[in-house]
């Protein structure tokens, strides 16, 4: 359909991962850094204020989480806070999804797209090491699991998987009632 717009269709089951994230997200501390902390950090990461950390494109519209809070739709142990986070532009933010940076940045795919953005080989290895110092200096994964207890962690995940049943079960059945309606409205427009 070249010449209208259909809106988007929205239904339960696309927000499955929105609130398995959701989930995980709500029990990770979510900490701004104090203004004093600011100058420094931009020493060590040699950007400046809204320059994308992995490309260098000035005006960074994102923050990334340089390692990932949800893996495999769990909390992963690190926290949004300063010693995680990178000012980033949409572009690379998309790119880098759930990857680890180790594994990405110097990805054959992620240096052809760095190269096409004019950074050089140079440059490439300056910023994945600028970056690397800053993980092995700032990481630290926490164990929730730990932190919380084993049985409120297993809760958690018994919560957050009734959840996801409770979504696909409410699917199937609004799923069964649009086909009455439909099957309903091609019945009437037939007579
Ligand atoms: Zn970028």
Redesign the pocket.
């Known amino acids: 359909m070249k010449n209208f717009k259909m809106p988007i269709k929205s239904n339960l089951k696309s927000r499955i991962s929105t609130i398995n994230n959701a989930f995980a997200i709500s029990i990770i501390p979510y900490v701004p850094p104090q203004e004093e902390v600011l100058e420094e950090y931009y020493n060590e990461l040699k950007i400046e204020p809204k320059q994308?950390g992995?490309?260098l494109?000035k005006g960074?519209k994102t923050v990334d989480h340089i390692f990932p809070v949800v893996k495999d739709g769990l909390p992963f142990g690190y926290l949004t806070d300063i010693n995680n986070l990178i000012p980033?532009?949409k572009?690379?933010n998309s790119k880098k999804g759930g990857k680890l940076f180790k594994d990405w940045y110097k990805s054959k795919e992620n240096i052809k797209r760095l190269k096409e953005l004019k950074l050089n080989e140079t440059t490439i290895n300056e910023r994945y090491n600028i970056i690397s110092d800053y993980i092995k200096k700032h990481e630290k994964q926490y164990d929730f699991e730990k932190i919380i207890g084993k049985e409120k962690w297993d809760e958690f995940v018994r919560r957050k998987n009734k959840m996801t049943e409770l979504l696909e079960d409410n699917q199937k059945f609004c799923d069964e009632l649009n086909e009455i309606i439909w099957n309903y409205i091609i019945g009437s427009n037939a007579n």
């Open positions: 994308c992995y490309c494109t960074a980033c532009c572009d690379c």
